[in-house]
Every structure is written in structure tokens, then in C-alpha cells.
């Protein structure tokens, strides 16, 4: 029901912009967050922003680097990744539920297909 996508490979200090995208839905109400997972490992909480799109919240190993928006009108958040590093290596997951911002993946309703990322050193 979400679409997640531009992840890719880059060498470590580079940058990508990851998408996540509702069609159809009024992504309005609903907080969206990203996940991260790498093999063997649970879903990591990266970033969020509520409804209002003023507040976020970020993991403290990405805080300074990325920076997570959303256009309502397009009904896609943007996760923007800066300084990248080998460590930020993962399959990236969108997420989205009613209303609250949560920390936790079990919290949320909708789901992206997940889109690799890989930092090289």
C-alpha cells in the first residue's frame, strides 16, 4: 500500500533521497516512519514525522545527516540522506499509521516493499 523507492549504492560520504509514496490514500493523517533492517536484525526505528509535518524525530546515529519532510499534497515523506556511511547499510522500510508517531514497528499499519541501500567504504 506504500511505495518506497530510491535507495541504491553510493560511496561513504555521498547522499541519496529515499521516497514513500501513498497513491490514492490521504496520507494527511497518518505519521509516517522509516525503518531500517539489516540481515539477521530487527526493523530499526530511523525516522518519523507527524501529521502536521513540523515535528520529527530521528535516531540519535542519524541525527545531522538526515532530515525527513512531507509534501501532503503529493502524499509522499522523503527521507533525505547526507554524509552517508558503510554503517547506514540496509534494506530502508516506509511506514505509516493513524495519527500518533511511534518508535516501534509492530505500531504500525502500512508497510513499503523496501528499497536496498548500500554504502561502500
Known amino acids: 500500500q506504500l511505495q518506497a523507492f530510491g535507495g541504491g549504492l553510493v560511496q561513504a560520504g555521498g547522499s541519496l533521497r529515499l521516497s514513500c509514496a501513498a497513491p490514492?490514500?490521504?496520507?494527511?493523517?497518518?505519521?509516517v516512519a522509516w525503518f531500517r533492517q539489516t540481515p539477521g536484525k530487527g526493523r530499526e526505528f530511523v525516522a518519523g514525522?507527524?501529521?502536521?509535518?513540523?515535528?520529527?524525530d530521528y535516531t540519535d546515529s542519524v541525527k545531522g545527516r538526515f532530515t525527513i519532510s512531507r509534501d501532503n499534497a503529493k502524499n509522499t515523506v522523503y527521507l533525505r540522506m547526507n554524509s552517508l556511511k558503510p554503517e547506514d547499510t540496509a534494506v530502508y522500510y516506509c511506514?505509516?499509521?493513524?495519527?500518533?508517531?511511534?518508535?516501534?514497528?509492530?505500531?504500525?499499519?502500512?508497510w513499503g516493499q523496501g528499497t536496498q541501500v548500500t554504502v561502500s567504504s
Open positions: 514525522i507527524k501529521i502536521g509535518g513540523i515535528s520529527t
Open positions: 511506514a505509516a499509521r493513524y495519527l500518533r508517531l511511534l518508535l516501534t514497528s509492530n505500531s504500525y499499519d502500512y
Open positions: 490514492g490514500r490521504d496520507f494527511s493523517n497518518y505519521a
